[in-house]
């Protein structure tokens, strides 16, 4: 059972290019989540999904985009690279039991660089 | 606006001493409340959570987090620590608007 696959594990980018990172959850969940983790920050929320075809921004969307056309994945996408976004990016899903929400289950991570 | 708050960004215990890992929320009515815990390099992995109930709620690795809502806490605790244990956690809140907020992380140091 894999869980929540994150893709790619590591990436270098340059200023201005952009590139989509992968999430695919293989437990049916309704619920999908992208944080960027930094320094003394903890985790903030970029965007969520509460289902297939819905997204919803977070604490800190601006500069990225994301899509679900499928329930298992979540894509999270940066047209413009920028320095501010060099950050540990993870993905998690999670369901919810009679309308009450249960734990998360996390990615490994995506350590991005922009230079 | 719904938030978590961890004062601490740095714990060190001994070994075999017990810990506490401070956590206050707010929120809008009832609280679903979570401990998470991060290993270098690795995903955050769930620890335990409070949905309603018993106040006091056992998680994995003999952790337990005590629910107080006159207080707006939701403190971690271990009766003994071990080495092992020395991570990032996070506290957690889930919103009304079906968002999971996590507090700034406080790092658990365990001296042998």
């Known amino acids: 059972n894999a869980g929540v696959t994150q893709t790619p594990k590591f990436r270098v980018l340059k200023t201005g290019q952009s590139m989509t990172l992968l999430c695919a959850q293989d437990?049916?969940?309704?619920?999908m989540y992208w944080y960027r983790q930094d320094p003394g920050m903890g985790l903030r929320l970029i965007h969520y999904s509460v289902g297939e075809g819905t997204t919803a921004k977070g604490e800190v969307p601006d500069g990225y985009n994301v899509s679900r056309l499928k329930k298992q994945n979540f894509l999270l996408g940066l047209e413009s690279a920028a320095p501010s976004q060099t950050s540990v990016y993870f993905c998690?899903?999670?369901?919810?039991?009679?309308?009450?929400?249960?734990?998360?289950?996390f990615g490994q991570g995506t350590r991005l660089t922009v230079v | 606006a719904q938030s978590v708050a961890q004062p601490e960004d740095q714990v060190n215990v001994a070994e075999g001493n017990p810990l506490t890992v401070k956590c206050t929320y707010s929120?809008?009515?009832?609280?679903?409340l979570f401990w998470y815990v991060q290993y270098p390099n690795r995903g955050l992995q769930f620890l335990l959570k409070y949905i309603t109930g018993d106040n006091l709620v056992k998680g994995s690795y003999g952790f337990e987090a005590e629910f107080n809502k006159s207080q707006t806490s939701f403190h971690l605790k271990k009766p003994s620590a071990l080495v092992s244990d020395s991570a990032l956690y996070f506290c957690a809140v889930y919103s009304s608007a079906s968002k999971i907020i996590f507090g700034s992380g406080t790092r658990l140091s365990i001296r042998p």
């Open positions: 437990m049916n969940h309704e619920y």
């Open positions: 998690a899903s999670s369901y919810p039991v009679r309308g009450r929400e249960t734990e998360a289950f």
């Open positions: 929120v809008s009515g009832n609280p679903y």
